[in-house]
């Protein structure tokens, strides 16, 4: 090793090093920050209420403990007996809410690593190999962003018919090219970087420098988009399943549906819309706030 | 500045291609392929080989690509499976509905993002920053639809100050030349629909814009935050200039370069959003079709919706482009 | 340049033992300048001289009245035209600026702005002091801009920031800065984002102006060189404080504190034998004591004895220049060549 290539692999080290320390500096900033801890506290909600359904909810979620009670001029709204009152066909609604949560986790998590896979593979053929591997592989990301992500959801979903997994699928494919953009930028950016640049004058392989180097310094946006991704993929599965598109069963309680089944009893029954929209809005609000912030204390640049 | 146009009008040319292949695909990869989507669940093997026939189904996939590629041109997607009337005559009906509720829409978001988003900032870390900042982030966690069913219950339902759907009171009699009922009303000289037609598009609108005002206000607040502390602007402040100056010369004019990227973006996505909010309130447009167009499988309206709507998300895009090297010298010169 | 004259007259602008402090919630003040005190006469030149973070450009922005409002705890006076400009209302300071004051930044990429024409930055200070409009406006920002010496002033009107060379934006800055014939201009490193070729010329067309206008001039820099070709009067800073003022002259011929000292020997010199080694001053800008327990530049003086870090040195007068040291040069060590 010549005295150059010694400062050169030592100056690659001392920047990972410095990434290190950039992360560290994260996590200390996001340990004190108000609305990451409230964030994380949401999502921790969520996520023990949709584990713990079965415990939690005072009736199956398709049983139907007040038919009895349901006539077409009243459905009770929340009493003792039923915190978040019945549904029109006298199901408990706290339940249907509680057991709606598994539904919206296992989908915003299977959707957002569905997508995050698929979107990371393409990002690093097209970083890695660059020329026209990277040119068709961007050209595919650009036809895919030219459609609304909503729409191609829904295109998808009607394609793969009303289930569950089309719903996983669609919003998978519909975050394929964001995170594909986001770690081939990243990559482009650490290639022409002084480290990889060290390291590639010293011989390491493209292989290595990929895996061993440009990969890990590109996690940290990838978290956050992931994050960011896991609120408007619960909320994406809410509007399909909303507009009709989601499991075919409709004893399966899902937030979306719940709320489009409640369109004609609004002005009556105004409790049915408000707790499933609330539980969307406070899954969704916890990934975001946690998203934005961890965004803030990763990158500099959004910080203020 | 003409260079510039042409070569982002020739970026066009792949990404529609690439469009109208993924929808020439998609249609065929249905479940029963597209006789089957066409004729419905019923469909008898008999009448699916009458359709393929007739809509040359049983040619080679290329000369079916070009007969939709020539159609797609001449705007042309078939029938409606559902009404039986020609797509582009439901397009022609929808689209102004829903070209008038994105506008208004968009007015709101901006009309309130960029003052909230520019206060916000120079009174960073004002209760006034805080809202906005709170604000940006409950408007994007709020599903659209469900922001709907809130506006509706409170103002319409229980204080009664708005109508609960549609786009015009039925008794109101009225012509509509152009199909913005608004400007119709205007036209027209008919003042009373044109207000009828005003007060029908508040709530959907204002559901509609959440997402949009949220995201402006952050843009606008961030990128004023950045702006601000420039050296220009301390050269401005040096100068001795009155502080409007500053504000629109100096500060306002670099802070709206990515609020207007983002403006675009938003104005693109609206047609899609407007899926959620015109079901809500019954507001017979694009979206209320598309939502029927999905729960009767009338594909043939489906295929050319989304055709179109993504060409118009891809040319509204363009004009952000060239509208921001209108703004921006150092983009133009590029 | 007469002293004598503009010292009967007294002095365009007054520092009397400012200070700056950047306040921060949770965690202690950071003072930026301690108790600087220095005068400018009409027509004088004067150098701010010290590395960065020695609190030089935090005083040029305390003058201007252009430190954030929030945050920062300014104390003192700055006396111009015997007007306190610390307490003055805020549109008072506002036609001072770009009037009577004006200022001149360190990169002229980014102190201008990006998406207005070169024309529009110029003609607003005439249009905002002078009260000109339209047609004369434009024509004015024009002669400014032939002035400065951009050629082909009338097409550079029309043109962005970014189709000027560095050394073009920096006039056109210039041009902004004397528009309105200030008697004070202020340079806060105007060359220091310039080609080596190019910071000649600036200087030049800096003096030029100068001598022509007879505004007096602070010029704030670490480049001992531009001081000697220009300042009339010199003021050594280090960490916040003046640690030894001079004329251009007594301050080069004999430098009595341990860093100006330390600054001019670490100047390469060609007159010096081939192979002599540099003379860098040891440790870093970083390595600071609080003046409340002795001398800044204790941990990295070559001539500290025991009282140095004992205590705050005081600042004493002798013979028309003043010296913050207890330990200070002697002549035969003056230069270490």
């Given at each position: 090793m010549s005295l150059s290539e010694i400062e050169a692999a030592t100056e690659s080290e001392q920047v990972e090093q410095a990434a290190g320390n950039l992360r560290r500096e994260a996590w200390r900033r996001l340990r004190r920050d108000p609305v990451a801890i409230v964030g994380f506290c949401l999502i921790a909600f969520f996520v023990l209420v949709a584990l713990l359904a079965p415990l939690l909810a005072?009736?199956?979620?398709?049983?139907?403990?007040?038919r009895g009670m349901i006539t077409p001029t009243n459905i009770p709204g929340p009493s003792a007996q039923h915190w978040f009152g019945l549904d029109a066909s006298g199901r408990d609604e706290l339940s249907r809410v509680i057991h709606g949560a598994r539904q919206s986790l296992l989908v915003g998590v299977v959707s957002m690593l569905l997508g995050m896979i698929g979107g990371l593979t393409l990002g690093v053929l097209a970083g890695a190999f660059g020329g026209t591997v990277d040119s068709v592989v961007m050209r595919i990301v650009d036809v895919m962003l030219s459609i609304p992500g909503l729409l191609m959801a829904i295109a998808i979903a009607a394609l793969l018919g009303a289930s569950l997994t089309s719903v996983m699928i669609a919003i998978a494919i519909v975050n394929v090219p964001v995170f594909a953009r986001l770690l081939r930028g990243q990559m482009l950016a650490q290639r022409g970087s002084d480290y990889v640049l060290a390291a590639r004058s010293l011989g390491v392989r493209r292989r290595s420098i990929v895996f061993g180097h440009i990969l890990p310094n590109s996690i940290s946006p990838v978290i956050v988009q992931a994050t960011l991704t896991l609120a408007t993929a619960i909320i994406e599965a809410a509007a399909l399943s909303f507009l009709g598109l989601g499991s075919a069963d409709p004893r399966v309680p899902e937030w979306g549906r719940m709320l489009a089944d409640t369109q004609r009893y609004l002005?009556?029954?105004p409790h049915l819309a408000l707790f499933p929209g609330l539980a969307i809005v406070v899954a969704a609000l916890g990934f975001t706030m946690l998203g934005e912030r961890l965004r803030e204390a990763i990158d500099p640049k959004y910080r203020r | 500045m003409l260079k510039f146009v042409i070569r982002r009008l020739l970026l066009l040319v792949p990404i529609l291609f690439g469009l109208s292949v993924l929808l020439f695909v998609w249609l065929r990869a249905l479940p029963g392929g597209p006789a089957q989507a066409l004729l419905g669940e019923r469909a008898t093997a008999d009448s699916v080989a009458r359709i393929e026939e007739l809509y040359g189904l049983n040619e080679p996939w290329y000369v079916q690509y070009w007969k939709f590629v020539s159609a797609a041109v001449q705007l042309d997607f078939g029938n409606s499976a559902h009404t039986n009337r020609p797509v582009t005559e439901e397009m022609l009906r929808t689209f102004p509905a829903t070209i008038e509720l994105a506008v208004a829409a968009l007015v709101f978001a901006i009309g309130i993002g960029i003052p909230l988003g520019y206060f916000a900032a120079r009174k960073y870390g004002s209760w006034l920053d805080n809202l906005s900042v709170s604000g940006s982030l409950l408007g994007v966690a709020v599903p659209v639809f469900f922001l709907a069913y809130i506006l509706k219950y409170v103002f319409s339902v229980r204080l009664g100050w708005f109508p609960t759907h549609g786009r015009d009171d039925p008794r109101m009699d009225a012509e509509h030349p152009t199909g913005l009922y608004v400007l119709d009303g205007i036209l027209t000289g008919n003042l009373e629909a044109s207000w009828d037609a005003l007060v029908h598009l508040v709530l959907p609108a204002v559901a509609l814009g959440s997402i949009p005002l949220a995201i402006i206000v952050r843009i606008t607040r961030a990128s004023v935050l950045d702006v601000v502390h420039e050296d220009y602007v301390r050269t401005a402040e040096a100068k001795g200039l009155w502080e409007r100056t500053i504000t629109r010369r100096h500060v306002l004019r670099n802070a709206l370069l990515p609020v207007v990227t983002v403006i675009g973006l938003q104005a693109g996505l609206l047609f899609s959003g407007a899926i959620l909010t015109e079901t809500v309130f019954a507001f017979d447009g694009v979206g209320q079709f598309i939502y029927e167009a999905i729960s009767t499988r009338d594909y043939a309206v489906l295929q050319g919706f989304i055709l179109v709507i993504a060409a118009m998300y891809v040319v509204v895009n363009l004009l952000v482009d060239v509208s921001y090297g209108l703004i921006d010298p150092r983009v133009r010169v590029r | 340049m007469s002293v004598s004259i503009s010292e009967a007259r007294g002095p365009l602008l007054d520092v009397r033992d400012l200070s700056v402090a950047f306040t921060r919630k949770g965690s202690p003040d950071v003072?930026?300048?301690?108790g600087v005190t220095f005068t400018v006469s009409p027509g004088e030149t004067v150098g701010l001289v010290g590395e960065s973070g020695s609190g030089k450009s935090v005083t040029s922005l305390a003058v201007m009245g252009l430190l954030p409002p929030r945050g920062v705890r300014v104390g003192g006076q700055v006396l111009f035209d015997s007007d306190d400009l610390l307490t003055l209302p805020r549109d008072r300071m506002r036609d001072i600026r770009g009037r009577d004051i004006a200022m001149v930044f360190q990169d002229p990429m980014s102190s201008l702005?990006?998406?207005?024409?070169i024309g529009v930055q110029v003609a607003e200070v005439l249009e905002r002091h002078q009260d000109l409009k339209g047609e004369p406006a434009r024509r004015g920002a024009e002669d400014l801009l032939a002035r400065v010496g951009i050629p082909d002033p009338r097409r550079r009107l029309k043109e962005y920031p970014h189709q000027l060379s560095g050394g073009m934006r920096q006039r056109a800055l210039i041009a902004m800065a004397l528009a309105c014939k200030p008697r004070l201009l202020i340079a806060d490193?105007?060359?220091?984002?310039?080609?080596v070729t190019i910071q000649a010329q600036i200087i030049e067309l800096l003096k030029e102006l100068v001598q022509d206008t007879g505004a007096s001039l602070v010029m704030i820099t670490h480049d001992l060189g531009i001081v000697a070709g220009l300042c009339d009067t010199v003021h050594v800073m280090y960490s916040g404080r003046v640690v030894e003022s001079a004329g251009r002259r007594e301050l080069f011929a004999e430098p009595h504190h341990p860093y100006t000292g330390g600054l001019l020997a670490s100047v390469p010199r060609l007159d010096a034998p081939r192979g002599a080694p540099l003379h860098p001053i040891p440790g870093s800008p970083t390595d600071v004591l609080q003046w409340s327990d002795g001398c800044a530049f204790a941990p990295r003086c070559p001539n500290r004895i025991e009282p140095c870090t004992g205590g705050p040195p005081p600042l004493e007068s002798i013979g028309g220049r003043s010296l913050r040291c207890l330990n200070p040069l002697t002549e035969s060590e003056e230069v270490p060549a």
């Open positions: 005072p009736y199956a979620p398709d049983a139907q403990p007040g002005a009556s029954a | - | 003072r930026a300048v301690d702005n990006p998406v207005v024409p490193e105007p060359t220091t984002a310039l080609d």
